[in-house]
C-alpha cells in the first residue's frame, strides 16, 4: 500500500480555551482520488468528521477550497496529491486571514472590498436591461479575457505582502483585477467616477509589483498587470 502523510491546519473550536495546532493523517493512495481534495474528503468521511473545509464544485470554477497547500496558495480540488509518499504535505488555511475553523478563513472583509468597486456594468443612459443587447467588437470582447476567469478564490490577495500589511485600506489584487475589468469593457460609462474612488494612496498604490499574485494564481490569470492598467488609466484621465 502506498501511505501519504498530511499535517493539517486545526483550529481551536472543539474545546474551549484550545490553541490551534496540526494534526497528522495518514490516507492510503490506493483507496484515494488524485487530488488533495480527494484526501481532505477521505479525511474527513473516514477519519475526522469534525474536519472543516470548504468545497462545491471540483473543478475549479467556483473557487470554495482555497488554501495553503505546501507552501503554495491554492485550490484543492485541481492540486494534484504529491506522488512523492517520502514526502509530508502540509494544509493550511489561507495566510494573513482571520480562521472561522480549521481551512476556513473568514472571507467577510474580502467580498466588502469586492462590493466597494461596484462590480457591475453600468450606464450613462437608463436602459432596460434584456431588452436590447449591449454589442461590442471581437476586439473590444478580446480586451476581457484575462480578467472575466476570475472566480474570486482570494489566492493572489492572500499571497501579497501588501495586502497582509494593508489590507484594511488596499484592495488586493483580486478586487483590483475585477476592478479593472469593468475599467476596460467598453459597455461601460463610468471609467472616471470608477478611478476617482480609486485614487487614495492606498487601493492602488500600495502594489509594489512584487507580482506573488500572477504567480500563485490557480487560473493563470495576471492581476500585477490589471493593476499596472488601473494605474495608466489613472494617470490618464485624473
Not at 16 to 34: A, I, R, S, W
Not at 63 to 77: E, P, Q, R
Not at 184 to 210: G, N, W
Request: hydrophobic share 30%; aromatic share 8%; with cysteine.
Amino acid at each position: 500500500k502506498q501511505w501519504y502523510q498530511r499535517r493539517v491546519a486545526i483550529t481551536a473550536g472543539e474545546t474551549p480555551g484550545e490553541k490551534p495546532h496540526m494534526d497528522t493523517f495518514k490516507v492510503d493512495l490506493n483507496q484515494c482520488g488524485p487530488m488533495v481534495l480527494d484526501a481532505l474528503l477521505l479525511i474527513k468521511n473516514q477519519m475526522d468528521p469534525t474536519l472543516t473545509f470548504r468545497r462545491s464544485c471540483r473543478e475549479g470554477i467556483c473557487g470554495s477550497c482555497s488554501m495553503n497547500i505546501g507552501g503554495t496558495n491554492t485550490l484543492a480540488c485541481i492540486s494534484r496529491i504529491d506522488p512523492d509518499v517520502t514526502r509530508e504535505t502540509k494544509i493550511y488555511p489561507l495566510p494573513h486571514m482571520y480562521v472561522v475553523k480549521d481551512l476556513v478563513p473568514d472571507m467577510t472583509h474580502f467580498f466588502e472590498q469586492y462590493a466597494s468597486v461596484q462590480p457591475w456594468l453600468q450606464r450613462d443612459e437608463k436602459i432596460e436591461y434584456g431588452a436590447t443587447q449591449l454589442q461590442q467588437s471581437p476586439k473590444e470582447r478580446e480586451i476581457l479575457d484575462g480578467l472575466y476567469e476570475c472566480i474570486l478564490c482570494a489566492c493572489c490577495s492572500t499571497s501579497c505582502p501588501s495586502y497582509w500589511w494593508n489590507s484594511d485600506k488596499y484592495l488586493g489584487p483580486a478586487v483590483l483585477l475585477q476592478s479593472y475589468r469593468w475599467l476596460a469593457d467598453s459597455r461601460d460609462h463610468k471609467t472616471k467616477e470608477r478611478l476617482e474612488k480609486l485614487a487614495d494612496p492606498f487601493s492602488v498604490y500600495r502594489c509594489h509589483t512584487i507580482m506573488n499574485c500572477t504567480k500563485t494564481c490557480p487560473k493563470g490569470l495576471n492581476p500585477g498587470k490589471a493593476i499596472a492598467e488601473i494605474k495608466k488609466l489613472m494617470a490618464k484621465h485624473l
